[in-house]
């Protein structure tokens, strides 16, 4: 069963703390993304990767950056967590690549429920 | 923003009834996407649909496409309580890759 595994559902942190969330895939997927989920706000694209060492900014960039070193690995990092960073956040992937025809259907993993104290 | 809206933002049914939510967007689109998120877990693709495509159905789900009016919805048939869950539209703008999600709608199935 293909999967999108994110390494914590729920993280209690303190504002000021760095904090990553992981997210591997096994696809082979090229497409990795991270998106951050409030209500009312619906899923809101924070960075993506077309390929490895390669990262997009999104609509809400700020106050995060990521890394992927790997193709199965796409981290999110909060160099200094905030209290408007208390969310869910949702990672995804695709097949596809920058070239892709944008016919990506993408796998979601479970979410990781942030909260910042 | 290419962000789409979902309309309606709630919507309770009782089981064996049909659903439909619709979706509307703003800019030109390669392809339209509907997914579907049980509280407090990842979304699950359910269905493309294509610019080109007009109507398209997968089991119980029916979903059109006009994009003369911008607008898509999905239909769920003989609904059941399993069915309980929020619903996103979500658009792949024309020369992008990125998906962009609307807000979503909260389907209620009561059995």
């Known amino acids: 069963d293909v999967k999108v595994t994110q390494s914590s559902r729920y993280l209690v942190k303190r504002t000021g703390e760095k904090v990553f969330l992981e997210c591997v895939q096994d696809?082979?997927?090229?497409?990795m993304f991270w998106y951050r989920q409030d209500p009312g706000l619906g899923l809101r694209l924070i960075y993506f990767?077309?390929?490895?060492?390669?990262?997009e900014k999104g609509d809400i960039p700020e106050g995060y950056s990521v890394s992927r070193e790997k193709k199965e690995r796409f981290s999110l990092i909060l160099e200094s967590a905030s209290t408007n960073q208390t969310s869910m956040y949702l990672c995804?992937?695709?097949?596809?690549?920058?070239?892709?025809?944008?016919?990506?259907?993408?796998?979601f993993g479970a979410g990781s429920r942030l909260t910042v104290l | 923003s290419q962000q789409g809206e979902e309309d309606p933002q709630a919507l309770s049914i009782q089981e064996g009834e049909n659903a439909t939510m619709n979706c509307s967007y703003k800019t030109s689109i390669n392809n339209l996407q509907w997914y579907r998120q049980n509280s407090g877990r990842g979304l699950v693709h359910l269905i493309l649909?294509?610019?080109?495509?007009r109507e398209k159905h997968s089991g119980r789900l029916r979903v059109t496409l006009d994009t003369s009016k911008k607008s898509s919805s999905l239909l769920i048939t003989a609904s059941r309580a399993a069915d309980t869950a929020s619903y996103f539209c979500a658009t792949v703008q024309t020369g992008a890759n990125n998906l962009f999600f609307g807000t979503g709608t909260r389907l209620t199935v009561i059995p």
């Open positions: 995804a992937s695709s097949f596809g690549g920058r070239a892709a025809s944008g016919a990506n259907v993408l796998t």
């Open positions: 696809m082979d997927h090229e497409n």
């Open positions: 649909i294509r610019s080109n495509e």
């Open positions: 990767s077309y390929d490895v060492k390669m990262k």
